[in-house]
T-cell receptor, first 112, second 114 residues
Framework: DAKTTQPTSMDCAEGRAANLPCNHS???????VYWYRQIHSQGPQYIIH???NNETNEMASLIITEDRKSSTLILPHATLRDTAVYYC?????????????FGTGTLLAVQP | DTEVTQTPKHLVMGMTNKKSLKCEQH?????MYWYKQKAKKPPELMFV???????INESVPSRFSPECPNSSLLNLHLHALQPEDSALYLC?????????????FGDGTRLSIL
């Protein structure tokens, strides 16, 4: 699975959009981009995933560049409860095993 | 609230004790996972069970012994642990093992070894 690079930390004002970048320059054609987050004292929570098209669900939007070397997770209206570590993970879909390899993630601090 | 339930939430044990961590899910998922997470570090995969059979062991020491008695239950038996084994132990499940289904995590058991 390809390696990802994320900023260590970011701040965002409450009510504003939070844009979390992820670099995955060695991604291959059959690898998906997954995002999870981990709020303090809880287990990781799945947010969204995609291959090459932009994706949106009730939690967030995922924007993947045309060359697929980077992506951005967008939380449209951040709240204090969105303060968490956000993990960007690249993995092969449909492989023999559903194996997640977490990187160090981005600590998003939403400020009041 | 999560759909993956882990018990106990906290556990303190001595190095000579034997204890077990329990994980339960009732979503009909057929893949279950154990992860270990040290403080301020990301989770690291330990074991994967696929259709109640162990499919991945990430070179975990034998003092950790997983067990999957049925499709809803996953145990992690602990024996003769070391202080460096103190960590948050996370259980997860997914619908199928082979396809990239999202994994659902419990909130973990925080283990302290005296």
């Amino acid at each position: 699975d390809a390696k990802t690079t994320q900023p260590t930390s970011m701040d965002c004002a409450e009510g504003r959009a939070a844009n979390l970048p992820c670099n995955h320059s060695t991604i291959s054609g059959n690898e998906y981009v997954y995002w999870y987050r981990q709020i303090h004292s809880q287990g990781p929570q799945y947010i969204i995933h995609g291959l090459k098209n932009n994706e949106t669900n009730e939690m967030a939007s995922l924007i993947i560049t045309e060359d697929r070397k980077s992506s951005t997770l967008i939380l449209p209206h951040a709240t204090l409860r969105d303060t968490a570590v956000y993990y960007c993970i690249v993995r092969v879909e449909g492989g023999a095993t559903n194996k997640l390899i977490f990187g160090t993630g981005t600590l998003l601090a939403v400020q009041p | 609230d999560t759909e993956v339930t882990q018990t106990p939430k906290h556990l303190v044990m001595g190095m000579t004790n034997k204890k077990s961590l329990k994980c339960e899910q009732h979503m009909g998922h057929r893949a279950m996972y154990w992860y270990k997470q040290k403080a301020k570090k990301p989770p690291e995969l330990m074991f994967v069970y696929s259709y109640e059979k162990l499919s991945i062991n990430e070179s975990v020491p034998s003092r950790f012994s997983p067990e999957c008695p049925n499709s809803s239950l996953l145990n992690l038996h602990l024996h003769a642990l070391q202080p460096e084994d103190s960590a948050l132990y996370l259980c997860a499940s997914s619908q199928t093992p082979g396809r990239g289904q999202p994994q659902h995590f419990g909130d973990g058991t925080r283990l302290s070894i005296l």
